[in-house]
């Protein structure tokens, strides 16, 4: 059973930086891509960024190009979401998620770490 779970949520001030991070389990990944989503009080949820665990290819929302990194490290099965110049808006609920690169929707999610940004 594939399992998800983030950590390094937190208050941080607008402009600053923030590193968040998902430690996967219970699979073999190298056949998964990877999410980090946000869900912001009152709003749907929704997608930030995304990355091809085996080559590592990303993908982006338009509103964190150039501020916000996912990575990962596969000798620690950890994804990483670096989230530099951090904006008020960007306060949310962070979760991880990961499907299987044959299915369409993400299968797998994290509980989710808060991150707060005052300004």
């Known amino acids: 059973q594939v399992q998800l779970a983030e950590s390094g949520g937190g208050l941080v001030q607008a402009g600053g930086s923030r590193r968040v991070s998902c430690t996967v389990s219970g699979g073999t990944f190298s056949t998964y891509a990877m999410g980090w989503f946000r869900q912001a009080p009152g709003k749907e949820r929704e997608f930030v960024a995304s990355i091809f665990w085996s080559r590592g290819i990303t993908f982006y929302v338009d509103s964190v190009k150039g501020r916000f990194t996912i990575s990962r490290d596969k000798t620690k099965n950890t994804l990483y979401l670096q989230m530099n110049n951090l904006k008020p808006e960007d306060t949310a609920v962070y979760y991880c998620?990961?499907?299987?690169?044959?299915?369409?929707?993400?299968?797998?999610w994290g509980q989710g770490t808060q991150v707060t940004v005052s300004s």
């Open positions: 998620a990961a499907r299987r690169l044959t299915a369409t929707e993400y299968e797998y």
